[in-house]
């Protein structure tokens, strides 16, 4: 168990252009959260998995976000056309319910320029 | 709905000094509970959590909780604060009717430790 992974740590993009994250959860969770963070606020709730599917997506998630857990295991958040607005740190949370105490990962910070 | 309201955006103690974060919740059923800490570009780490059980939670680090319903309040406090506790903090709640457990946070309050 080496906690929740997500990769990458760092993304600088330029706007127009499409980016892609990871996130590998603890083996044995088999929910996974992703969120968006803002400079000097709290997370935002984007998505839900439960093994392999997406049971909730917030009305931040617009058409250009695309979430993906295909085997219930690892989770891709894609981001098509990335703004300038997009610029946050994507954190992905794992658990397996019942306690609700998520772990997080260390996030991955997306730069858009 | 839920929402989360922490008081104070920054808060600065001295060593030794008492840690009080205050954070109050609305919500329309019975909520979950959660302190988390940030350091910087980390992941968030869970403190402790209130879920229904004892309304004084303990949690890691030395923090507690305590959970007051009549106040709609779940206020974080250390007897004495380290230096390594500075750091952003989090309040977070989720409803106990929402089987998808998602949280929703605070703006969050930053702690800042003088010597």
Redesign the interface.
Known sequence: DTGVSQNPRHKITKRGQNVTFRCDPISEHNRLYWYRQTLGQGPEFLTYFQNEAQLEKSRLLSDRFSAERPKGSFSTLEIQRTEQGDSAMYLCATGTGGDYGYTFGSGTRLTVV | AQS?TQLG?HVSVSEGALVLLRCNYSSSVPP?L?W?VQYP??????LL?Y?SAATLVKGINGFEAEFKKSETSFHLTKPSAHMSDAAEY?C?V?LTTDS?????????TQVVVTP
Do not use: R
């Not at chain 2, 570009?41 to 869970?46: E, F, P, S, T, Y």
């Not at chain 2, 457990?101 to 969050?108: I, N, P, R, S």
């Open positions: 989360v955006s979950y959660f988390y570009n980390q992941g968030l780490q869970l959590k879920t989090f977070a989720s998808w457990g998602k949280l929703q946070f605070g703006a969050g």
